[in-house]
């Protein structure tokens, strides 16, 4: 969600089991919004990819996440 949040948009954030289940339906039966998700993502994902702050937070969460800290 946070990541959602620093891009400008939380289409894919939801609040309960019931809802992602609806989405994840939506994601896989509405090819027009599945593409307009996946457009959204690559067109804002250069607010992560190049911030190299973040990309290193997210490298220090997976390696301490792996290593079981």
């Known amino acids: 969600m946070a990541l959602y949040r ?3 948009w939380t ?6 089991s019931e809802e992602y289940v ?3 339906v939506r994601l896989g039966t509405d090819r027009a919004y ?3 998700i996946c457009d959204k993502i690559q067109a804002t994902s250069p607010v992560l ?3 190299f702050e973040e990309v290193r937070a997210l490298e220090s969460f997976l390696r301490s996440t792996v290593a079981g800290d």
Do not use: T
């Not at 289409?11 to 309960?16: A, H, I, K, R, W």
């Open 34 to 36: 599945r593409q307009s």
């Open 11 to 16: 289409d894919c954030v939801v609040q309960s």
């Open 6 to 8: 620093k891009m400008g």
């Open 22 to 24: 609806e989405l994840a």
């Open 49 to 51: 990819f190049e911030d």
